[in-house]
């Protein structure tokens, strides 16, 4: 976007007025400032786009909104039955509510992921009939993935429940965690969307990464047991950054006990140094989303 | 010109002023002044130029040539849409922008809207920008015409209570009746032009950008707007419009502007611009004396 600043100009009218100025600009960053108070001054509109979003998507099936919890449950038994087979049905008793935690926080990143990559391409029409700051696109799909995570989380707690666990203090840990996945999930939402702008073949390849990153991620699986075997697969897991995230957010919310405290230092440096380079990545770019859809 | 100094001065700046273009601005009388002003739009010269196939292909060739490569070589070719237009619009003018198509006429529109940033020069805007452009308003055809109209003005930088003060008026002005609750994919687009009027010129413009968007409505819905334009013009509002309809721009237009490939051709009374844009198109000869405006 070009820069653009309201200062109170004496209208002739009395009163205050607002004043644009758009010019060409070397440097692709806007103003900061500017643009983070515009952003904020819509924050009301990221919250109704995602609600009438949400409520529009199921009007026209037959079980409407309760396909949001239907759709986690019917995942969750998906793998669930996928990993029984594989492993010849011998897993711990907690295994079932481990795998849905995991997997439900992982279907919140990969949703920022896969929604941010068509945020920008998909409002093409509004991008070229509205000035406003793009980085509003990706936002509103980060909070609809939130809200459909949501009724995911309150399929676990009733499986959870059912299967006698109780909750403890440290299981309060799971919500650093989470705030750790967010941000980092957000961070990846602002450069999928970004990179779809110049690279369309993007959206078709994500889907294969997401799947192989899932794999590879402490979610079909638990982190202590492979991280204990040494050996190539065991580095390459201790490098995903989703491995600490997810093992700090399986261990407060299955178990009720504390995860290694360096797993969440090095889940918060991945997620707010993802965040950061999204963000600026994104706002960088965004004057030649216009011209370029 | 206190309120520019939050911005650094571009290159631009510096030569507009060294040629001693650069006016003390007086936003007082002036409501858009465009300075100079290029748009140039960089489209694929191949389709597929935004694929990561192509762009592999084309690193791989120019590695191995290891030539300089110009705009085109890269797989680009520039779309000179604006070059060099230079504007004062004073408050309470309407001005009519005719030419034909591809003349730059929705570029220069999108331009002072703020949607594509300037390739070369400046403009400022005094007042709220209001946009009533070619596509129309609507985020989700799904959603009925209240939640389009909510989700319009939010996305605008108002709020829900200036919203809903304004939305009663809007309603009762589109006369939709049952239409305006349901989804907007049923409305003809003499409704969806009708509503989307109503949304623009309610929201307390102060600058209105009206791009072709008369077209669809029937005699009585032209009747209507023509009345909300005189209302608006006699608070001191501005209007810029688009439009093909000689007839219209005679009756509304204080300013007639022509533009021809880019360039301003002429300004002046409505009549004379329009019977010169109607004689010239009617020869249909190049202007050669006229592109050097």
Request: proline share 4%.
């Amino acid at each position: 976007m070009t820069v653009s600043s309201e200062a109170a100009v004496p209208g002739s009218a009395g009163g205050a007025r607002q004043q644009h100025v758009f010019e060409a600009q070397r440097a692709g960053m806007p103003n900061p400032r500017v643009y983070l108070e515009e952003l904020w001054r819509r924050r009301q509109f990221v919250v109704e786009m995602a609600r009438s979003t949400l409520k529009a998507q199921n009007y026209t099936t037959l079980f409407g909104q309760l396909w949001l919890v239907l759709n986690p449950l019917l995942t969750g038994f998906v793998y669930y039955l996928l990993v029984d087979i594989l492993s010849g049905g011998k897993h711990a008793a907690t295994y079932f509510p481990q795998l849905l935690a995991g997997l439900f926080l992982f279907n919140f990143l990969a949703g920022c992921m896969s929604q941010g990559a068509g945020s920008v391409i998909g409002s093409s029409r509004l991008i070229m009939n509205s000035s406003f700051p793009r980085l509003l696109l990706p936002i509103t799909q980060i909070v609809i993935a939130f809200f459909r995570f949501l009724p995911s989380l309150l399929v676990f707690f009733v499986v959870h429940f059912v299967k006698h666990e109780h909750f403890t203090w440290a299981s309060w840990l799971a919500v650093p965690a989470f705030v750790c996945v967010a941000l980092f999930a957000s961070g990846l939402s602002f450069i999928c969307a970004t990179a779809q702008v110049y690279f369309r073949d993007f959206a078709n390849v994500l889907p294969y990464l997401t799947r192989i990153w899932l794999f590879l991620s402490p979610v079909l699986w638990q982190l202590e047991t492979q991280l204990n075997r040494s050996g190539p697969k065991a580095e390459l897991i201790a490098m995903n950054p989703l491995s600490p995230m997810l093992g700090m957010w399986g261990d407060a919310l299955v178990e009720g006990k504390a995860g290694r405290p360096e797993w969440l230092l090095q889940g918060a440096c991945w997620g707010i140094g993802t965040f950061l380079l999204g963000t600026v990545l994104f706002m960088w770019r965004e004057r030649e989303f216009s011209v370029r859809l | 010109m206190s309120s520019l100094s939050a911005f650094e001065v571009s290159r631009e700046d510096l030569d507009l002023a060294a040629a001693g273009l650069e006016e003390p601005s007086d936003p007082g009388r002036w409501s858009v002044r465009v300075r100079g002003l290029h748009v140039t739009y960089r489209t694929p010269v191949d389709p597929r130029a935004n694929t990561l196939r192509h762009r592999a292909m084309r690193m791989a060739r120019a590695s191995a040539l290891r030539r300089g490569a110009t705009a085109k070589d890269r797989g680009f070719r520039e779309v000179l849409a604006v070059r060099g237009v230079d504007l004062d619009v004073e408050h309470g003018t309407v001005l009519g922008i005719i030419g034909a198509n591809g003349a730059g006429k929705s570029t220069l529109m999108r331009a002072v809207a703020g949607i594509l940033p300037p390739s070369q020069g400046r403009i400022e805007v005094n007042g709220r920008i209001s946009t009533l452009l070619a596509l129309g308003v609507g985020f989700n055809g799904n959603l009925s015409g209240r939640e389009n109209v909510v989700l319009g003005g939010l996305a605008a930088g108002m709020t829900r209570r200036q919203i809903a003060e304004r939305y009663e008026q809007i309603a009762a002005w589109a006369d939709l009746g049952e239409f305006i609750d349901m989804p907007m994919k049923t409305y003809s687009s003499g409704m969806y032009g009708r509503l989307a009027f109503a949304v623009s010129t309610h929201m307390d413009p102060e600058v209105l950008l009206i791009d072709e968007a008369l077209s669809a409505g029937d005699a009585k819905f032209k009747r209507k707007s023509y009345d909300k334009i005189g209302e608006l013009v006699a608070q001191a509002r501005t209007i810029l419009l688009v439009s093909h309809a000689m007839g219209t721009l005679r009756e509304l237009c204080s300013e007639v502007l022509w533009m021809h490939r880019g360039r301003a051709v002429a300004l002046g009374d409505p009549e004379e611009v329009t019977a010169e844009y109607l004689r010239f198109q009617e020869v249909g000869e190049e202007p050669v004396v006229m592109e050097d405006v």
